[in-house]
């Protein structure tokens, strides 16, 4: 389990730290919806933009829920949640992203890194069945493989563990990278190239050479 202060949180962001909470608080949970906080006293509650409904809309309900620390876009009213602690950062989910990335960074664990348009689920819970009697395995819940899945699987890793598997999924040109560096994987496995997300690629090739970046550092 991972654990820091909001303090040492905000250090590795770069983040401004205000609000009237504990600034010793600690860390070890990270949360994107408040629908789904299981140790709230424990969570970093990130506010992410939203297509239809912003994160920042559901400060109030995770406060409720106990919450006490946020990354955040925009500072809400203080006295709405006067116990809060409150990360100002520029862009919510790079912040995420980069926390992440550097938790990865504090672990030397081999770890498998897994890309395709079909069937990383799949070959990740193979895998996992083959090896988890040999290896203490963190690997990526369900199918968290986006933007936002990639990080909080990857917040999973602690000093128990000794192989990761994570998969990686993406949309759009540039996505790749940035799941790279969170993941930063010692091996690969593309399990093919198929017409899911095909609209955001200029062709199939271009397409392979997006997902082909997840190996870019791999041995």
């Excluded at 820091?4 to 909470?21: E, K, S």
């Excluded at 299981?38 to 939203?50: D, K, S």
């Excluded at 926390?99 to 069937?119: D, E, F, M, N």
């Amino acid at each position: 389990m991972a654990s820091y202060t909001i303090t040492q949180i905000a250090a590795l962001l770069g983040a401004r730290l205000t609000g009237g909470g504990n600034v010793h608080a600690p860390i070890d949970y990270l949360s994107t919806d408040s629908r789904k906080i299981a140790f709230p006293e424990n969570t970093l509650f990130f506010a992410l933009p939203g297509t239809h409904r912003h994160g920042e809309q559901f400060l109030a309900d995770a406060y409720a829920l106990g919450v006490r620390q946020f990354v955040v876009n925009q500072l809400p009213q203080a006295s709405s949640l006067p116990l809060a602690m409150f990360l100002t950062v520029p862009n919510v989910l790079e912040a995420l992203q980069q926390l992440a990335a550097a938790h990865r960074t504090q672990y030397k664990l081999p770890v498998i890194g897994i890309t395709g348009s079909y069937g990383k689920t799949v070959v990740k819970e193979w895998l996992f069945q083959l090896l988890h009697t040999h290896y203490k395995l963190v690997r990526s819940p369900k199918s968290f493989n986006s933007q936002i899945g990639v990080p909080l699987s990857v917040w999973e890793i602690d000093a128990t563990h000794n192989l990761g598997i994570f998969e990686a999924g993406i949309s759009l040109p540039g996505e790749m990278a940035i799941l790279e560096r969170i993941i930063q994987p010692t091996w690969g496995i593309l399990t093919n190239i198929g017409s899911p997300h095909a609209e955001g690629f200029a062709s199939q090739q271009h397409k392979l050479e997006e997902k082909a970046k997840l190996f870019e550092h791999c041995l």
